[in-house]
Each structure stands twice: as structure tokens, then as C-alpha cells.
């Protein structure tokens, strides 16, 4: 009798089984029901929605001993180890996984939470391995601590020991994990111009991502989202400017060929003619931009760490990882400004990944709530969060088109529930 999961594959399954499929609820070994998960997940467009749901809110003891069993198939493994979809508790035992091919840790170890490298570091095949170390010393989260440790392990100096591991499987914990660090993590100032940034931050900042910025020193600045959305299509008034030019070129014209008289009145209505100018050109704003086009990588950083709010605001929106992430650590960045950031959709998924590990940012609600909104969040980020939102939250995000499906529906169960409970007390 052919299993479950080939009847699936085969499409031969009927549809209402399909649904107890999707929801892990089909009467088969616990293998076969995560391995039947994932296939829907990863190829079905009806039922993968509710899969990936299920599959994140899986039992923990199955899913570890699916991510430790050498025997578990290729696609199970792949999809448990892919960063989207990751739980933090499986991947000491997913790093061990003979099965896992080093390609695929060393895909994972580039753009790995600072968390999930601290476990990479204490993993004895990670520490072993040249390649998964060699993808590692790419990645943007890196600490110092981290970045000499790889050296050493590299060099051959395999008795380095590894930085402490977060062993939380939870964003708090990774919260503390980062938070727990003494460098960036600064007293709040009340305004751009209070007080100036110590020189000792920014140098600690480009010390410790010297080899990221030396590799990417050349690039220029890019927008994430291109540049006319950056600045808004009324920013380049074609028309306006024509008429801006006629007013400037229209007094000197008068005056050449009329009365004395005349050119006196159009010498009055010069400064009218200034005063629109500046209604319609934004000099500051023009000015911002050639600034941050002019500057290298290393430049760019340092403007985003000790500049003003509105070039904060353009470069968060850097395509380079290192410069868009420095935002994060200006010592003037306010809490205002990290709300605004949580709900963008044209920064790098990065930037929406590093907050989180700020304790700072996380005590405040709302970022936790526009996060969780945020249609470009990752994944596995905006379910670990969504735990934390208030029922008429929970609701509103359950109703946003926007949000993946699988977001939606958790809402809305996870909604249902709190309501379930306040009305039984």
C-alpha cells in the first residue's frame, strides 16, 4: 500500500484529506507527517500556507528528532536549516546532521542571526569546517569576539575557545544575547543636535567590520527601491523647473528693452519671484543627496552614525548591508525613527532582522507591532514576535492582504485563543 506521502506527491490524495494533511493531522508515523509538511510548504500553492503554519508551531521533540536523524529526508533538512524558517532550539542538532551538506551551512552561515552564529561557533563540525568558516567571516553580524575566533580556527588554532551561545529559542532571549554587549548600545538623546558622537564609537564600528568595508569600499550609494521612490516622484518638478528658469531669465529680459520705470518694478518683484523658488526647489534636501552620493562606504557609515535624522532616513535605505546597519547604532537614533524603519518595505531584510536584537527597540510596542505588519519581515521573525501583540492587534494583522497567509492565519488563531481565555475569566 503506498504511503501517505506518495499518494501527495502524486496528487492523488482527495482534498478534504489534503486539509487534515496541511494541518499534521493524517494518522501516520511522525517522520511521514513532517516530511508530507514540508512537501506541501515548499509545492503546494493551496495547502502550503497551512503547512508552513503547522510546521512552525510544530511539537519540539519531533522536529528535533527529525533535524538529528541522519535519515530524514534531503527536503526536510534543507527546509528546517533555511533561515526563513529556522527554530534556534533544532540547530545544534541540525549543524551535526552528517546529512546537511557543508554547502548548505555555509549558504546559511551568511546571513545567520547573531545567535545562530554564537551556535555555529560551539558546533565541533563548524569549527572543523574551512568553508562554513570561511562564509562566516561574510556575515554582518559578526562580533569582534566572533571575527577572531574564526581567525584562529582558521589559522589552524583550533583550541580557540568559542564565544557563549544564546541558548534561548525565542526572539527575548536573542534580545538579551545582543543587548548584553557593551558596546552599541547608547543612552537615547532627545534631539539631532543634542550633544555630539564620541569619535571612539564611530572607530569601534569600522574596527569591527574592517574586512566588510574594505571589501565593499568602491560601492556606491544605492537605494533599496530605487531612487525616485526614495525621494517621491514630485521631487523632480519637470515643468516647475521650466517655469522657475523663466522667472529667473524674465526680470533681466524686461529691463533690457523697457522704461526705466519698468525695469524698477521688475527689480521689486525679484525677491517674489526668490520666495517661489524656495517654495518649490528643496536645497536642503538636494544637498543631502549630493552629500551622500559623494561619499564612499566608509564615509557613509561615519554620517550615518554621527548625521542628522533626514540622512538617517536615506541611509537606512542603503543597499550595502554595513552601511545600512550602522543607522541602527547611531547613538542619536530615536525610538520615533526605529518605528518608522520596522514598518518599511524598501530597506534590506537585514535591517529588519537587526532590530530585534536591540533590547532598547524591543521595549517599545510599536516596533514590535510594525514588525510583525511589515509584509518584507522574514518569516520565521514576524511569527516569533506575533506572540507578543495585544488582541486588537492580533485581530488587524489577522484582516491585512498584505501580510503572508501564513502570518494572517496564526493571527487569527492566536486571537481567537486570547479572546477564548479573557472570556472565560
Do not use: C
Request: hydrophobic share 40%.
Amino acid at each position: 500500500m503506498p504511503r501517505s506521502i506518495d499518494l501527495i506527491r502524486a496528487s492523488k490524495l482527495p482534498s478534504n484529506m489534503m486539509q487534515f494533511a496541511a494541518r499534521g493531522a493524517l494518522s501516520v508515523p511522525p517522520d511521514e507527517n513532517i516530511e508530507i509538511l514540508v512537501h506541501l510548504a515548499k509545492h503546494n500553492q493551496v495547502f502550503g500556507p497551512l503547512a508552513r503554519m503547522t510546521l512552525a508551531g510544530w511539537d519540539e521533540k519531533a522536529s528535533l528528532a527529525a533535524a538529528s536523524d541522519p535519515k530524514t529526508s534531503r527536503e526536510v533538512l534543507e527546509y528546517l536549516v533555511s533561515p526563513e524558517n529556522l527554530r534556534p532550539k533544532l540547530l545544534p542538532a541540525l549543524l551535526e546532521n552528517p546529512s546537511i551538506a557543508d554547502s548548505e551551512l555555509a549558504k546559511f552561515a551568511i546571513s545567520a542571526s547573531a545567535e545562530s552564529i554564537a551556535a555555529m561557533l560551539q558546533s565541533p563540525r563548524v569549527r572543523a569546517s574551512t568553508g562554513v568558516l570561511d562564509s562566516l567571516r561574510s556575515n554582518p553580524y559578526l562580533k569582534r569576539d566572533d571575527v577572531s575566533a574564526i581567525a584562529k580556527l582558521l589559522d589552524g588554532g583550533g583550541t580557540a575557545p568559542p564565544p557563549v551561545a544564546g541558548s534561548g529559542p525565542n526572539v527575548d532571549e536573542a534580545v538579551a544575547t545582543k543587548a548584553a554587549e557593551p558596546r552599541h548600545e547608547p543612552a537615547p538623546v532627545a534631539s539631532d543636535e543634542a550633544g555630539e558622537v564620541p569619535e571612539e564609537a564611530v572607530s569601534a564600528y569600522l574596527a569591527e567590520h574592517a574586512e566588510e568595508i574594505t571589501a565593499e569600499q568602491d560601492k556606491p550609494f544605492q537605494p533599496v527601491g530605487g531612487i525616485v521612490e526614495l525621494l517621491g516622484a514630485d521631487y523632480f518638478p519637470v515643468s516647475e523647473m521650466k517655469e522657475l528658469s523663466e522667472m529667473a531669465t524674465g526680470p533681466a529680459t524686461a529691463s533690457g528693452s523697457a522704461s526705466p520705470a519698468s525695469a524698477a518694478a521688475a527689480t521689486r518683484s525679484a525677491p517674489v519671484a526668490n520666495v517661489k523658488t524656495h517654495a518649490h526647489v528643496e536645497p536642503k534636501r538636494e544637498n543631502t543627496m549630493q552629500k551622500i552620493n559623494g561619499l564612499d562606504v566608509k564615509g557613509r557609515i561615519q554620517l550615518a552614525l554621527k548625521g542628522s535624522k533626514e540622512e538617517r532616513s536615506i541611509l537606512i535605505r542603503d543597499g550595502t548591508k554595513v552601511v545600512a546597519l550602522a543607522v541602527l547604532e547611531a547613538p542619536k537614533l530615536s525610538d520615533g525613527e526605529v518605528e518608522k524603519f520596522a514598518l518599511q518595505k524598501n530597506v534590506l531584510e537585514a535591517v529588519l532582522r537587526h532590530i530585534p536584537l536591540k533590547r532598547r527597540f524591543m521595549k517599545n510596542y510599536i516596533v514590535v507591532r510594525n514588525l510583525v505588519a511589515n509584509p518584507r519581515t522574514p518569516l520565521d521573525l514576524g511569527l516569533g514576535l506575533m506572540k507578543h501583540l495585544l488582541v486588537q492587534d492580533l485581530k488587524n494583522i489577522s484582516a491585512n492582504k498584505e501580510i503572508s497567509e501564513t502570518v494572517r492565519k496564526l493571527a487569527l488563531k492566536m486571537y481567537k485563543q486570547k479572546l477564548d481565555a479573557a472570556n472565560k475569566k
